[in-house]
């Protein structure tokens, strides 16, 4: 392998893992500012080591080994001023025993590293704004540009809530724990909306060369999954996980065998996972038993709902879907939320109806710079044959979009804007 292989797989390696060493280094120095530091730390360890040696056969147990010695490192420089080696050693042995390996069994009845890591990077200590950039940074392993993406603001104002939020855990001395009773309650609207925005970095990677991110996607599941077992009488957990299970079921069907993206009207539902649309139908049949089918994600899982039911593009209920969306936009109001309703306004009543409504967000102040935006618009242009519109708006999505397998896609439309 070439460096520049190295360097890749490394990254890919860091991605997957970086979350779980984080939350396993977390336990042991309780400071989650200073977990990242040394989890960071051994990744520099291996983009020196790793192109002489090679990649580990398991890499992410590589990391957090060196990761560990880093901290236990740490722990010894910040107690060895007033006390004996000896006594350290034996506090250590001790901590070790309270603190398993990432790979070993629950020691409780929730029992998560990751989870527990979620809840810190929720606590109420912190602005809403704040513990969700934290927590995609920390679960995520996404950069500040990836989360001001996903949130659509400056990409200096995620990185100021990034360190700002961990200053204020250390000085709050926040423990490492998941909250019980009330303060669970408080906090789970804030890691619903985190697992969420990491799901979908891993659903549609907002920059790369890849598509998806599935290692994330699974992330999300599990934690999703994992907080259904723990509220099963929450609603909106059961709305989440239908939702991110149906969701979840067309990733083989997402792109081709070269890696391309297949857009959700092109793909093969045979490729769909019957599985795991059982598993969302199932959970938003819970929501509907609890009486919450007007929470936010019980909403979007009913309109992923209207896709897994249908047979083909044509057997959809696009009028059902854009009535969704607009009950959406009652309960959750937001200009996403309306571009997504104008799509699908558009497929129920035809282009025309849907490109109105998007031309009334073209000003609408957060949707600047959003991709989607004039890719939507440019979607409909086309419809209604006004094609050289069209492309000039496909090539202004491509000139924004960070992900490369979407850039290529929005200039190969653009470019069939100009075929009769």
């Known amino acids: 392998m070439t460096a520049t292989d190295i360097h ?13 060493i984080i939350a396993g280094l977390t336990r042991i120095v309780h400071d989650v500012g200073v977990a990242e530091e040394l989890a960071q730390d051994a990744l520099v360890t291996a983009l020196e080591k790793w192109p002489e040696s090679g990649i580990p056969d398991n890499p992410g147990a590589w990391l957090m ?21 000896e006594d350290l050693g034996r506090e250590m042995a001790e901590r070790e025993m309270q603190v398993p390996d990432l790979a070993s069994a629950m020691d409780d009845n929730i029992g998560d590293d990751l ?5 810190i990077a929720c606590h109420p200590v912190l602005s809403t704004d704040a513990q969700v950039a934290l927590t995609l940074r920390l679960l995520g392993g996404l950069t500040t540009d990836e989360i001001a993406r996903a949130y659509v603001v400056p990409e200096a104002t995620i990185a100021q809530r990034i360190v700002r939020a961990k200053r204020t855990l250390t000085e709050a001395r926040v423990p490492f724990e998941v909250p019980r009773g009330i303060d669970f309650t408080a906090r789970l609207s804030s890691v619903l909306q985190v697992i969420y925005l990491v799901f979908n970095e891993g659903y549609s990677a907002t920059s790369g060369d890849d598509w998806m991110r599935p290692a994330l996607c699974e992330d999300a599941l599990r934690l999703g999954r994992i907080l259904a077992e723990l509220v099963p009488t929450e609603p909106e957990i059961h709305g989440l996980v239908a939702l991110m299970e149906i969701q979840a079921s067309r990733t083989k069907a997402r792109i081709d065998e070269s890696g391309e993206p297949i857009l959700l009207l092109d793909q093969d539902r045979g490729r769909w996972d019957q599985l795991l649309i059982r598993r969302g139908l199932a959970a938003l049949d819970r929501v509907e038993k609890l009486g919450g089918t007007r929470g936010a994600y019980a909403i979007q899982a009913a309109i992923a709902a209207c896709h897994a039911r249908a047979g083909s593009r044509d057997e959809t209920d696009w009028e059902r879907i854009a009535s969704l969306y607009a009950t959406l936009a009652e309960v959750a109001p937001s200009p996403i939320v309306d571009l997504n309703r104008a799509v699908a306004v558009g497929m129920a009543y035809g282009p025309a109806a849907g ?4 031309d009334a967000l073209r000003d609408e102040p957060a949707l600047r710079g959003y991709h989607l935006l004039p890719g939507v618009r440019a979607d409909l242009l086309f419809k ?10 496909f090539e202004l999505a491509a000139s924004i979009t960070q992900n490369a397998r979407e850039r290529n896609l929005l200039l190969e439309r653009a470019r069939a804007c100009g075929e009769k």
Do not use: N
Not at 355 to 358: I, M, N
């Open 8 to 20: 890749g797989a490394i990254d890919a390696v860091w991605r997957i893992e970086s979350a779980r």
């Open 65 to 85: 080994a060196t990761a560990k010695h880093r901290a236990i490192d740490y722990l010894r420089r910040g107690t060895l001023i007033d006390r004996k080696h």
């Open 115 to 119: 989870l527990r890591l979620v809840f």
């Open 355 to 358: 490109l109105e409504l998007v």
């Open 384 to 393: 209604v044959g006004r094609r050289d519109e069209a492309r000039a708006e």
